[in-house]
């Protein structure tokens, strides 16, 4: 038995599907999100979350476009270009938040889904550090006292 498809439309009509949410979130006045995506296209959370994976290893350039991906991870009926369309969709939202200064976005970025954005310094090569300490005018005198 073959597992279901995610989508039994082409990657164009998903397109144009999530085409359609932007334009409704924006004649609703209202701010696009990954989980409205998600119920506008009836997928769940993880599912997406899946799909968006699947895209990053996806890779146009690839003759048999699977190239990189080892075939025991690959679910036999994936839908790669829709989950590139899937991926352009989350994509754009990051750039609408990063484009905004106010904290929900900021906070929306530090989602996985959305950048995975964290305020932690990344970690330096080399945590050591030197420090050459010098005193001088004081004479003999122990500075400590």
């Not at 696009?32 to 290893?57: F, H, Q």
């Not at 369309?85 to 929900?104: C, F």
């Amino acid at each position: 038995m073959a597992a279901k498809r995610d989508f039994e439309y082409s990657r164009y009509d998903l397109e144009m599907r999530i085409g359609k949410y932007f334009d409704d979130c924006a004649k609703r006045n209202r701010k696009p999100t990954m989980p409205g995506l998600c119920n506008w296209l009836n997928l769940s959370r993880n599912r997406m979350i899946k799909l968006l994976s699947y895209a990053e290893l996806y890779t146009e350039t690839t003759a048999n476009r699977r190239a990189n991906i080892a075939d025991e991870d690959i679910e036999p009926d994936i839908q790669f270009e829709h989950c590139v369309e899937l991926l352009k969709a989350s994509q754009r939202m990051q750039d609408e938040l990063e484009q905004n200064t106010d904290t929900i976005s900021l906070f929306k970025l530090k989602q996985g889904w959305y950048g995975g954005y964290t305020d932690k310094a990344a970690a330096a090569e080399n945590p050591n550090v030197n420090v050459k300490i010098s005193l001088s005018g004081m004479g003999n005198k122990d500075p400590f006292k």
